[in-house]
T-cell receptor, first 116, second 113 residues
Framework: AAGVIQSPRHLIKEKRETATLKCYPI?????VYWYQQGPGQDPQFLIS???????DKGSIPDRFSAQQFSDYHSELNMSSLELGDSALYFC???????????????FGEGSRLTVL | AQSVTQLGSHVSVSEGALVLLRCNYS??????LFWYVQYPNQGLQLLLK??????LVKGINGFEAEFKKSETSFHLTKPSAHMSDAAEYFC???????????FGPGTRLSVLP
């Protein structure tokens, strides 16, 4: 079965650079979520999109932005990178409840960002 | 708002022993509850979920969990631990179909030979 695809899997950047992470949800899933997981930490919710509109916002820094495109893929853009941005970034997708979903999130393998 | 606590950031059990990972939640509305497992350098995989109905839910790899509303708990158990169960386990709660999806701090399970 198709899963959530994230790219790149690994990314190394210098401080103050920018980075873009991509997420391709499971086909027919209309909601995308972004999470940040620091070393030894639980995943922290950043932002989510439903039908290409922002649906919820968590602890996403102002330096970060995200969007969901017409094909439902999403991109997380990170600017002015700081050392503390080094983390594993997960994308997850889910199906609209009207389609019989029961709320679980399906996670990708994550994109590991290292800021030097 | 929802919140999740997991008692014990690190649990060690011997191979073949009972696994018990504790999860307590707080929710202002009837919750949806989940357990996810994360192996090193991998994504989160759903173990099991409680939405409505039967309070004892069975998941993959022999795990099960029981929703106890009176105790606001959703503890994860497995009768006999395997070495392959060593991983990080996250309990999560959501109020509405993936909205306000909140993770607990996680419990690292070590399985000793």
């Amino acid at each position: 079965a198709a899963g959530v695809i994230q790219s790149p899997r690994h990314l190394i950047k210098e401080k103050r650079e920018t980075a873009t992470l991509k997420c391709y949800p499971i086909p027919r899933h209309d909601t995308v979520y972004w999470y940040q997981q620091g070393p030894g930490q639980d995943p922290q919710f950043l932002i989510s999109f439903y039908e290409k509109m922002q649906s919820d916002k968590g602890s996403i820094p102002d330096r970060f932005s995200a969007q969901q495109f017409s094909d439902y893929h999403s991109e997380l853009n990170m600017s002015s990178l700081e050392l503390g941005d080094s983390a594993l970034y997960f994308c997850a997708s889910s199906l609209d409840p009207g389609q019989g979903a029961t709320g679980e999130l399906f996670f990708g393998e994550g994109s590991r960002l290292t800021v030097l | 708002a929802q919140s999740v606590t997991q008692l014990g950031s690190h649990v060690s059990v011997s191979e073949g022993a009972l696994v018990l990972l504790r999860c307590n939640y707080s929710s202002s509305v009837p919750p949806y509850l989940f357990w996810y497992v994360q192996y090193p350098n991998q994504g989160l995989q759903l173990l099991l979920k409680y939405t409505t109905g039967a309070t004892l839910v069975k998941g993959i790899n022999g795990f099960e969990a029981e929703f106890k509303k009176s105790e606001t708990s959703f503890h994860l158990t497995k009768p006999s631990a395997h070495m392959s169960d060593a991983a990080e386990y996250f309990c999560a709660v959501s109020a509405v179909y993936g909205q306000n999806f909140v993770f607990g701090p996680g419990t690292r399970l070590s399985v000793l030979p």
